[in-house]
């Protein structure tokens, strides 16, 4: 089942770079944000804290917040202001994990 | 003089134009920026590993981008240019700054504040599903990385972006499922006189609309979005029109109604605000040549009130030219006088933009109690109502105080326009005595391993 919220058109012919989320090896091209890398293989980026609900950010643009995210070494982030580096471990936690 | 200290926040076109304005007089600003590179949302550039033209990424408007580009490097070795940088902290004379990770000071002597602007949403229910998501982020999807939300997708709210950025994915290959705008045709045919003033704008957002049309995508006035349809994802939206509700299948819906100015700079740095009918907000105030309420302090750009990107360039140059004459250094008088008057005609145009995309008011919106008002923190209609009843709150900071709307990780840039229409349609009095969320330092969320304390 196609999980992507997004697909890739324009210079498609970028390096590809090599990431995983929580666990599972995936691609992406250089130049993604973490939050084009994400979405483009899974329907969201980050749960909420309050309902468990899952999100996939808002407004791409650093002003919503709502896509914070963590690698497995623990460093946070905005995904939609930070670009995918090659050999990124992502963490998001599983739906239903409130505060 | 010329030893002061002068700082832009913003490189966006308002921001560039300044600093190059500044430079062109002798001036070494410091120009900071939130972005890796310069041109600001409008203008946003790509990463550098994406090969496209700037027809492809700015349309018609790829000249003024590549001159607002070429303006910023042409400068680039007369200015201080601090891009990745967060300016999280306002105070007398003093900037707290983020940039790698780690906090930094910077002292100004004059400011020129251009901070642009975000989109104004408004609430439907399904709107925190992954799935919807805002006009803007559509488009930065689009214009930064080459992607489509979708594949199926419908554009729902108000303001000349919703056509643009509607044009831009159709001519990008995306299915556009439909256009739903609040505004009602009618408006659009009475703001023709002030349009008219910018024939070649009011040309282009013609044919943004004929092109839909030719496509055979429907587009519906005087219609508002009511749910996001799915579980775990958008399968559809269920929309009004009079009353009548209709479904259409999407696996996305873009929303915004129209934009507002990120003013959190200018409120810490102690700027006066005032209240504007127009953009249904409180907005710093600005003289027509860019000064606030505060000496050392210039506006300039949608940050101050939105006008759009050509007024937001010259905007840009008179704040900067106004600054010069205020610290008495020479400048070009005429020029300043050429400036007002395009200036002058832009706003005329802006105007007619406000009266074709009104921003609305709750008036026919759908607002269930348990529909999600604070996306940071969940709360909903429900709580907000009970506390405002209950407390017989007023006021927007008290509204925050109590219930945590606009307290959360966004401090209120996705919730505040629908808490400050929610009070005013509580109150009874009216958005202006609703006040606005005060801003609070830090303005985005700093790590806490950025100011020294390690982590747990």
Redesign the interface.
């Known amino acids: 089942m196609d999980m992507s919220l997004l697909r890739r058109v324009k210079s498609t012919d970028r390096p590809t770079l090599r990431f995983r989320l929580n666990g599972a090896p995936h691609s992406a091209l250089e130049g993604d944000t973490v939050l084009t890398a994400v979405l483009a293989v899974s329907n969201h980026l980050r749960v909420s804290e309050f309902s468990g609900q899952e999100r996939a950010g808002f407004c791409f643009m650093g002003a919503c917040q709502d896509c914070w995210m963590a690698t497995e070494n623990g460093d946070r982030f905005r995904a939609c202001s930070t670009l995918l580096t090659d050999g990124m471990s992502l963490v998001v936690p599983d739906s239903g994990r409130t505060l | 003089m010329s030893t002061d200290r002068v700082v832009v926040i913003g490189a966006g076109p308002a921001g560039i134009r300044a600093a190059e304005t500044l430079v062109r007089n002798g001036i070494r600003p410091v120009l900071i920026d939130?972005?890796a590179r310069g041109g600001g949302?409008i203008y946003r550039q790509?990463?550098?590993?994406?090969?496209?033209s700037g027809k492809?990424l700015y349309g018609w408007e790829a000249p003024k981008a590549d001159g607002v580009h070429s303006a910023l490097a042409r400068i680039m070795p007369d200015i201080d240019y601090h891009p990745e940088t967060l300016v999280w902290n306002a105070r007398e004379g003093k900037l707290d700054l983020l940039r790698a990770g780690r906090v930094a000071e910077i002292s100004f002597d004059r400011i020129i504040v251009a901070t642009g602007a975000?989109?104004r949403v408004l609430p439907f229910e399904g709107w925190?599903?992954?799935?919807?998501?805002?006009l803007?982020?559509a488009q930065?999807?689009?214009k930064?990385?080459?992607?489509?939300?979708?594949?199926r997708i419908v554009f729902a709210g108000t303001g000349p972006l919703l056509y643009l950025v509607a044009y831009q994915y159709a001519a990008?290959?995306a299915a556009v499922a439909g256009v739903i705008d609040s505004a009602p045709f009618g408006a659009q045919v009475r703001a023709l006189p002030d349009l008219l003033r910018q024939p070649v704008t009011l040309a282009k957002g013609l044919f943004y609309r004929a092109f839909l049309h030719a496509r055979g995508i429907p587009v519906w006035n005087a219609a508002l979005p009511v749910e996001a349809l799915g579980s775990?994802?958008v399968e559809g939206l269920t929309w009004s029109r009079k009353g009548q509700r209709q479904d259409i299948a999407c696996?996305?819906v873009a929303t915004g109604f129209g934009l507002c100015s990120?003013t959190q700079i200018a409120d810490l740095l102690g700027c006066k605000f005032e209240y504007d009918d127009s953009q249904r907000c409180y907005l710093p105030q600005v003289d027509g040549a860019g000064r606030s309420s505060r000496a050392e302090v210039y506006l300039a750009g949608d940050g101050s009130g939105i006008g759009g990107a050509d007024l937001a360039e010259r905007a840009g140059e008179r704040a900067a030219l106004a600054l010069l004459e205020d610290i008495g250094h020479s400048h070009d008088n005429a020029r300043a006088v050429v400036l007002d008057g395009e200036i002058g005609k832009l706003r005329h145009f802006r105007r007619g933009l406000e009266t074709a995309f009104p921003a609305p008011g709750f008036g026919d919106f759908q607002l269930n109690d348990d529909l999600i008002i604070c996306?940071?923190?969940?709360i909903t209609f429900g709580e907000a109502r009970r506390a405002i009843a209950a407390n017989e709150i007023s006021e927007l900071n008290r509204l925050k105080a109590l219930t945590r709307i606009g307290m959360?990780?966004?401090q209120g840039?996705?919730c505040a326009p629908a808490a400050a229409e929610l009070l005013a349609q509580c109150s009874g009095g009216g958005l202006a005595s609703a006040g606005r969320l005060r801003a609070q330092a830090p303005i985005?969320?700093v790590?806490l391993a950025a100011i020294g304390v390690p982590?747990p």
């Open positions: 939130e972005a949302q790509p990463p550098r590993a994406f090969r496209r492809d975000r989109d925190t599903m992954p799935g919807v998501f805002s803007g982020a930065i999807a689009l930064y990385q080459g992607a489509l939300l979708g594949p990008a290959g775990g994802t696996d996305a990120e996306r940071c923190e969940e959360g990780r966004c840039r996705s985005k969320p790590p982590p």
